[in-house]
């Protein structure tokens, strides 16, 4: 059967068609559509769509895919590629190669992460600009990035600079932060990783630098913890932090005592998710790139959600293998795991892993190209250029892999086994560890076919723990990697898979079923025939909730003959889910020790990470955190994240919770009379070519009024750059009109004052200012107050730049987690939340920053 791309055919669909026959394929799963029209449907730069279902892109990537193994031996065929893709039944791969592959209108990178930066350079203002410089770079073409800054001097480190003393790291931390957000990659914010040792003097710091409120919120942050600070903690004993870090002769150094700061970064794990914990040296103890350390291959950082450590400047993409697919007979007393066909199945997998390295490195060319053809100076493209050559080295040296899994939790369902239980864990082990085997058997057959990778080097991983345990259990795949070597450096692991699990309609990663039945709502008029109106929003909009059946949770009860199409009582829908495999094995209810064991043991078996996070509910002490980050060091666990129920950010509500979704939120109660002094914040933002200034006041830290209006031209405010605060006092003119004055210390501590605000800025803006600041003091919820600016239709551009800056400073101030009425542009969910200050879809993860 001969098969043409899409992007040969030269037809153009609108969104409806693309929609319409997309929800057909996906059986009415209305989410499932537009989550792949919006993020994955081929697209030109004018937003035309190419691609009909999702039929037409994996004839994209089976084409392309087929493409490359025709130039080795024994290639597999088209078809054969496009049956093992096509509707994302058995091979998925996952985000950057499924929008990239193939798609000649964008010049983008296939790897979903890359970590940056060179641990022989010193910390100079020169070398932290070369990072962020590189890290926006990477994240133009789709990539999120990881760096470490512990080679950065600890505050009050002699410089020779002006300054004389260093800043130490969280100035940088809000720099690379500040960058992140600047980045948009097609409606997605850039994604970044921040880590830093604990052997650093200003670990402490970094731990606490989130936990300020709109502070580093383009980052996840994660601390590199060594078994020598581990066994400190356990033996209440004390911990030399040094700079240079593990340094035998430091510059600088100091005794802590363990306990104390680990109880901080247990702390503020427990109360917002951060910091997360790599255990540094199981995880380069166990990597295999760090056998080549010497030569370019010492892992310094992970990736944004931590399942790939990297070393700098190379890069991986992610493939996930959907474990669903291989039970038989699912949800039946027939049940069974295929293992022959998973086998079979994983070993192509990691082929198809090699030949995206090959198209991979297509991109790289391409992107070199342009760089080269672009008609800046040499000097301005330099460090782009530099760094792709850089990344294309370590990508033809290495030739990196991510194969992974998802649904874990719908495939212990379907056999019977419950998530979290002994026989779930010791399942589940069986499998990833079957995969690994079968992983590698493939990366050596294709070494003997294609070569090895090329510093490959038995001697330099007989040690290897890794390679001990596959010695262990297949010695004839042990003695054909001594003897032929490998394809790919590193090729197992565990992401994340959200929009991924959406179209397989599985669980997503690791990770047990979040819940079986869960609400959404949708919005109604309340003046249509028979329409049920839940809840009136602070806006005045109208809406349904309605119950949602989890996939698989609704094929066990099709196979167990239970109606899906009755409207059941929430009662009657718990004595359901009493009676099927997904009880007490959702994300909330599984034995959170027995989790984190579970994947220790798997751990084993996936020569990179896992991206699992730990959810406890809302009441769990800190001493239950404390338990599972100890837990998980002893089992050999690389890292983790413990999330406690409405700690940061909220997703889908319990069908019986009792606080329903998009209910009223609590009110802020202010003073009735306005104080004569606010403190206050300074909030500079830049809405097209123009510069803003927003003044922000603040009672008890909360948005009690706000005045914004152009910064730095002839009619705005002078103010110095390096204010950020300081206080508005209300007076009066001469004439007995109110006035508002800004005030501030200068730089040697003197007092200084802008006088009457309102008569710098345009009287349109401080009109709106005046109404916008009536709601703050009324105590309108700030999301809504966010809502009702969004929704201001005003006709000059200038006036919409200013409602854009308006709603972009309030923002800042928006706890994680805070609910937001109205639905997500991108798919239509009703799961938005204001999450690390940008409204965030959980659906389907699309995020507006602006």
Not at 336 to 357: P, S
Request: net charge neutral.
């Amino acid at each position: 059967m001969e098969m043409k791309t899409a992007t040969k055919k030269k037809t153009i669909f609108t969104y409806d068609d693309a929609y319409r026959a997309t929800l057909e394929y996906f059986e009415g799963d209305d989410l499932a559509a537009k989550v792949w029209v919006s993020k994955y449907a081929l697209k030109d730069s004018e937003g035309n769509i190419y691609e009909q279902t999702p039929d037409d892109m994996h004839r994209r990537i089976s084409s392309e895919i087929s493409r490359i193994e025709a130039k080795y031996p024994n290639p597999l065929s088209e078809q054969k590629v496009f049956d093992l893709i096509k509707n994302f039944k058995y091979i998925i791969p996952q985000g950057s190669p499924m929008t990239g592959i193939g798609n000649h209108f964008q010049i983008a990178s296939l790897s979903n992460c890359f970590v940056i930066g060179n641990i022989t350079d010193g910390d100079s203002y020169g070398s932290i600009m070369k990072i962020d410089e590189e890290q926006v770079q990477l994240m133009k073409r789709r990539g999120g990035v990881g760096h470490d800054l512990s080679n950065i001097r600890p505050k009050g480190s002699a410089v020779k600079n002006s300054a004389l003393t260093s800043t130490g790291l969280v100035p940088f931390m809000e720099r690379y932060s500040n960058s992140t957000r600047e980045v948009a990659q097609d409606g997605r914010r850039g994604a970044l990783m921040l880590s830093v040792s604990i052997n650093h003097p200003d670990s402490e710091d970094f731990v606490d630098a989130k936990m300020e409120q709109g502070k580093i919120t383009g980052a996840n942050i994660s601390v590199r913890i060594d078994d020598e600070f581990m066994k400190a903690v356990v033996k209440n004993k004390g911990y030399i932090q040094k700079y240079p870090i593990f340094s035998d002769h430091p510059k600088f150094q100091k005794e802590i005592k363990a306990t104390d700061l680990w109880k901080k970064i247990i702390h503020n794990a427990w109360k917002s998710a951060e910091p997360g914990v790599l255990f540094w040296d199981t995880i380069i103890r166990e990597s295999l790139p760090d056998c080549y350390a010497d030569l370019g291959y010492e892992t310094v950082s992970t990736n944004p959600c931590g399942e790939i450590p990297l070393c700098p400047y190379d890069s991986c993409r992610l493939l996930a293998v959907n474990l669903f697919s291989y039970v038989e007979n699912p949800f039946t007393k027939k049940a069974k795991f295929n293992f022959d066909l998973f086998k079979e199945h994983v070993g192509y997998a990691q082929r198809m892993m090699d030949d995206i390295i090959d198209l991979e490195i297509e991109k790289i060319d391409a992107i070199l190209a342009k760089i080269e053809a672009d008609p800046e100076s040499e000097e301005i493209k330099s460090t782009e250029k530099n760094l792709w050559i850089k990344i294309r080295k370590k990508t033809i040296e290495g030739r990196r892999t991510g194969v992974g899994i998802t649904a874990e939790g719908d495939m212990l369902a379907a056999l019977g086994i419950r998530y979290g239980s002994k026989e779930g864990n010791e399942f589940s082990t069986l499998v990833h560890k079957t995969l690994a085997l079968a992983a590698y058997r493939s990366s050596v057959e294709m070494a003997k076919e294609r070569g090895a990778f090329a510093i490959y080097d038995s001697k330099r991983e007989t040690k290897n723990p890794f390679i001990l345990r596959i010695k262990e259990a297949d010695p004839k795949l042990y003695k054909d990697l001594q003897k032929y070597g490998r394809r790919n450096i590193a090729l197992l692991t565990i992401a994340p898979t959200g929009s991924t699990s959406l179209m397989s309609q599985t669980t997503s990663g690791i990770e047990p079923v979040f819940l079986p039945v869960y609400k959404r709502r949708r919005k109604v008029n309340p003046n249509d025939k028979d329409v049920r109106v839940d809840f009136v929003d602070e806006v005045g909009d109208s809406w349904e909730e309605y119950m949602v059946f989890h996939h698989r949770f609704k094929q066990w009860m099709e196979a167990n003959d239970i109606d899906t199409d009755k409207k059941y009582t929430q009662e009657e829908i718990n004595k359901i889910i009493e009676v099927s495999p997904y009880y007490k094995a959702t994300s909330n209810d599984v034995d959170w020790l027995s989790k984190v064991e579970m994947q220790g043991a798997i751990q084993k078996w996936v020569d990179h990470s896992i991206s699992v996070t730990i959810n406890i509910p809302n009441e769990a002490t800190e001493e239950l955190v404390n338990q599972l980050y100890i837990k998980a060091w002893e089992v050999g666990c690389k890292g983790v994240t413990v999330y406690r129920d409405g700690s940061r950010s909220g997703v889908l509500i319990s069908a019986e919770d009792k606080k329903e979704e998009g209910a009223e939120a609590p009110k802020t109660v202010f003073p009735k009379k306005r104080p004569q002094i606010l403190e206050a914040d300074v909030v500079r933002f830049q809405n097209n070519k123009d510069k803003w200034i927003a003044f922000v006041g603040l009672i008890d830290g909360k948005p009690y009024e706000i005045f914004t209006g152009l910064a730095d031209d002839e009619e705005g405010i002078l103010l110095p750059r390096w204010v950020n605060d300081g206080v508005i006092i209300k007076n009066r003119d001469e004439d007995g009109k109110s006035r508002y004055d800004f005030q501030f210390k200068n730089l040697r501590g003197y007092k200084t004052t802008i006088e009457g605000l309102s008569h710098k800025f345009n009287p349109e803006f401080w009109n709106y200012a005046k109404l916008i600041s009536g709601t703050l003091r009324h105590g309108m919820p700030l999301e809504n107050v966010v809502e009702l600016i969004n929704r201001m239709e005003l006709n000059l551009e200038s006036i919409n730049n200013w409602k854009a800056g308006v709603a972009r400073a309030l923002k800042r101030y928006i706890a994680d987690g805070t609910h937001a009425a109205g639905k997500c542009s991108s798919c239509g969910s009703d799961q938005v939340m204001y999450q690390e200050g940008c409204l965030t879809c959980k659906n389907c993860g699309s995020s507006k920053c602006g």
